[in-house]
């Protein structure tokens, strides 16, 4: 496992099987190799597939969220497991709550903390925050489809 690998150098679209315009993501921050935690970012623009009247909608926290999960997956099967990207599908969303919707011109931290995972199905804690508040929080279900 090489602990030295810088995040900024990632090109995010190796990590993830969307790609544009349905990417939510821009950058993987962080990631954390003993919990398996990571930490993304996004800015939002006027182009965004999920933004209306200057916002970023509901569907785009959750695409977020979701592609956060899938870069989550993807670090893990190609710097650990050196396998490929793998597609996962959102199984299920639990005390999701939206606090405050994000701006155009804005960029979101995205924070997802996988609480268990068995047999392909993941739970994560996740957290989107803006300027340091958290705008949305809860948990998201995902199961990783295996291609091998």
Do not use: W
Request: net charge negative; hydrophobic share 45%.
């Amino acid at each position: 496992m090489n602990n030295d690998i810088i995040f900024s150098d990632i090109k995010i679209t190796d990590l993830i099987p969307q790609r544009p315009p349905f990417v939510f993501v821009d950058h993987l921050l962080d990631f954390n190799y003993e919990t398996y935690a990571c930490k993304t970012s996004f800015l939002i623009t006027e182009n965004n597939l999920f933004v209306e009247k200057d916002r970023l909608l509901e569907a785009g926290l959750i695409e977020n969220i979701a592609q956060t999960c899938a870069t989550q997956i993807g670090f893990v099967n190609k710097y650990i497991l050196k396998k490929g990207i793998h597609i996962g599908f959102i199984c299920g969303i639990k005390n999701m709550k939206i606090y405050n919707f994000a701006l155009v011109g804005e960029c979101l931290e995205t924070s997802i903390e996988i609480l268990t995972e068995f047999a392909g199905m993941k739970i994560a804690r996740c957290s989107v925050s803006v300027d340091n508040v958290i705008i949305a929080d809860g948990e998201m279900k995902i199961a990783e489809k295996y291609d091998e």
